[in-house]
């Protein structure tokens, strides 16, 4: 049973008011609410544990170092991965793709090689390439969309070369809420011998995952979408291609031995681990790991589909209502403009009415101009939202509209 009620109990921030009015919270795209577990379990290690990891012969030390490593341990489970040498801990989705970028582009590719992103990629998927491009001459090649959203998959076929080295595409669009067949996806560029990244920023939080199931072959995301704490994330990295990468950066931890002649390097995941992890914030995500879990990901999967039906419906039903986004397989996040009221303006009074939305371009300004669009308002959904929400949701921009 998906006890609303009890969940929404979870999360105290749900019960304050903003401007006098309830908060109705739809930014949870951007970030989400924490439950009082994962709180808990930060002050607890805090209060109760703190030592730096993997150093100290000391009790606490060892004490913290088990729980940093089980929380490796809960991850791994999580995702499906093989090894917990396969889960990296950086600081979010953007640092897990940084840190891809930085160390495969300078190993595995030369200049005139290629990479694959989609038009509808979080900046994160696309300036760490950029920035690679200009140091290193490699070249992007984007897979483009049809206006419903869905990615063109024969397009995509079209877009492998020899010269192709890497896809590294969204599993769902943090503006359209598509789902890509990322499954689909990754087996076409294995056919090309071509690895896959998949930025899973806004698909874990919302859907069961396993990563061996997909074959992806790297695949990351941010602690604080999934309803942990912010300043953690995840790469996962199949074995045998992390084992081939360089470190990423330099310093404690990372190495085996160091002489100014000559420095080794540290094992699978330490290699890219330098310096002190933030061992809380792994407790915390491994506590909001927990919590969903025992909720069910297919529960949760089940619930924020009906919910984002009903909303669909119901914004569908306000006149001048734009969505963009209509791809048949769709998450949480709807983006939309209604009639010729600005994004800001619509964002700004619904937030005078305690509702809790996005606006603006999403970070992803190509996908906007391929929309032919500067910005929108956008409402993300995560597993506390209510059918009243939505209601409230749909009245204020009801009284918005009015207003123009
Ligand atoms: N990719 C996608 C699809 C996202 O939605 C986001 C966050 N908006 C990111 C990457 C970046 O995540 P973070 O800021 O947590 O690194």
């Not at 889960?87 to 694959?116: H, K, W, Y």
């Not at 491009?133 to 492998?160: C, H, K, S, W």
């Not at 927990?290 to 984002?308: F, K, R, W």
Request: charged share 20%; with cysteine; hydrophobic share 40%.
């Amino acid at each position: 049973m998906y006890d609303i009620h009890q969940i929404r109990a979870d999360f105290p921030i749900l019960e304050r008011t903003v401007y006098g009015k309830p908060l109705v919270y739809l930014d949870n795209g951007a970030t989400t609410q924490k439950p009082r577990c994962v709180v808990e379990a930060i002050t607890n290690e805090y209060y109760n544990t703190n030592a730096n990891v993997h150093r100290g012969v000391h009790f606490l030390s060892q004490q913290a170092t088990e729980l940093h490593e089980a929380s490796r341990e809960t991850v791994r489970r999580f995702i499906g991965a093989r090894s917990t040498n396969e889960i990296v801990f950086t600081r979010g989705t953007t640092e897990s793709i940084n840190l891809l970028a930085a160390t495969f582009c300078p190993s595995q590719m030369q200049a005139g090689d290629e990479v694959i992103v989609s038009v509808m990629e979080h900046h994160s998927n696309i300036v760490p390439w950029q920035l690679q491009a200009m140091q290193r001459g490699i070249v992007l090649r984007v897979i483009p969309m049809d206006d419903q959203g869905n990615l063109l998959t024969d397009e995509y076929e079209r877009l492998f070369s020899p010269r192709t080295k890497l896809v590294s595409i969204a599993h769902v669009s943090n503006v359209l809420g598509t789902v890509n067949p990322v499954r689909e996806m990754i087996a076409t560029a294995h056919a090309h011998g071509v690895p896959v990244l998949v930025d899973g920023a806004q698909s874990i939080p919302h859907m069961p995952v396993d990563v061996q199931a997909l074959d992806a072959d790297f695949y990351v995301f941010s602690g604080h979408k999934v309803y942990g704490p912010t300043g953690v994330g995840v790469l996962y990295g199949k074995e045998a291609w992390l084992d081939k990468l360089p470190p990423y950066q330099g310093g404690g931890e990372m190495i085996q031995h160091v002489s100014f002649e000559k420095t080794t390097f540290n094992e699978l995941p330490f290699k890219f681990e330098a310096g002190t992890p933030d061992y809380i914030g792994t407790t915390g995500l491994a506590k909001a790991l927990d919590y969903v879990s025992a909720l069910g990901m297919d529960n949760i999967a089940a619930y924020e589909h009906g919910l984002t039906a009903y909303a669909l419906q119901r914004l569908g039903e306000i006149p001048g209502m734009r969505i963009f986004g209509e791809a048949k397989e769709r998450g949480g996040v709807i983006s939309f403009l209604v009639g010729n009221i600005h994004h800001f303006d619509m964002g700004t009074l619904l937030d005078r009415l305690g509702i809790a939305v996005r606006t603006g371009h999403h970070c992803a300004q190509p996908l906007m101009t391929r929309l032919g669009i500067e910005g929108t308002v956008r409402a993300s959904f995560g597993l506390y939202n209510t059918r009243e929400e939505v209601d409230a949701l749909v009245a204020g921009i009801e009284r918005v509209r009015k207003m123009f």
